[in-house]
């Protein structure tokens, strides 16, 4: 009977270990894409920079101290490792606002925007700027140090632009299946969550003209809404492994 009652205590106690041990254990939320990014090191901020409403008033004089005081403040970031990329469109635009696109090694889109409206050119409305949550399938922070040695071997320090073509369409497995047949030629390729790229994907292509890119893309889905950018960087994408 004894025997009886040392096995029952014995078995009362460990079943309410038991229930104390499983109450305690904390379950870990479920992240969302973006909040997974940011652990694994894949989260940035991209900024995006657009024609402003004082363009149209101010004169070509100003416009052309404006634009020197752009490319030094733009000089001045890609002295550090926050920008991580940038460059200017060119050639005949999908959007006509669209002026330039850069990638920085933040998390935070609202001090992202913040100081690139410190820009003159953003401080003079020339250029309107929005910033949003960036998710990269590669790490892009080799970025600073390749341009910084490629200027080293030129005995510059200049930035150099690079002719590359941007292709952006609907996130979804139709556009994934696409850029997979051009892979070999992918430099840079990322999901935007926001601003006026919500919800597409963007990819950099190792191709130089837009004729090249459609080329590509030929065979695609109409229902992806590919567009295709003609773009230049400051930094070579090439060199990235």
């Known amino acids: 009977m004894a025997f009886r009652t040392v096995a029952l205590l014995s078995a009362l106690a460990l079943a309410a270990a038991c229930s104390s041990t499983s109450s305690s254990v904390a379950v870990e939320p479920e992240l969302s894409p973006y909040e997974m990014a940011v652990r694994d090191g894949h989260a940035y901020t ?17 416009m ?27 050639g005949e635009r999908v959007e006509s606002s669209l002026r330039s696109l850069a990638i920085v090694d933040s998390t935070d889109a609202r001090g992202t ?36 040695a490629s200027r080293a071997s030129q005995e510059s320090g200049q930035m150099t632009l690079r002719p590359y073509v941007i292709v ?12 997979e ?34 080329s590509l893309m030929a065979g695609s889905s109409p229902a992806d809404g590919i567009r295709i950018h003609p773009w230049v960087s400051t930094v070579s994408l090439t060199g990235m492994e």
């Open 181 to 214: 047949r051009v892979a070999d030629l992918i430099l840079l390729r990322g999901d935007c969550m926001g601003g006026s790229f919500e919800s597409r994907t963007i990819a950099v292509l190792d191709c130089r003209t837009v004729s090249e890119a459609e």
């Open 46 to 62: 991209m900024a995006v920079m657009r024609r402003g409403a004082a363009t149209d008033v101010v004169s070509p004089s100003e």
């Open 113 to 148: 925007r913040e100081r690139f409206c410190t820009d003159p050119a953003a401080e003079a409305g020339v250029l309107e700027i929005e910033a949003f949550p960036f998710v990269a399938t590669q790490p892009l922070r080799a970025m600073p140090s390749i341009e910084r």
């Open 168 to 179: 952006d369409a609907t996130t979804g497995p139709e556009f994934d299946a696409t850029l």
């Open 64 to 90: 052309g101290d404006l634009t020197r005081a752009h490319i030094d403040f733009t000089q001045g970031l890609a002295g550090t490792d926050y920008l991580l990329v940038s460059g200017p469109f060119v």
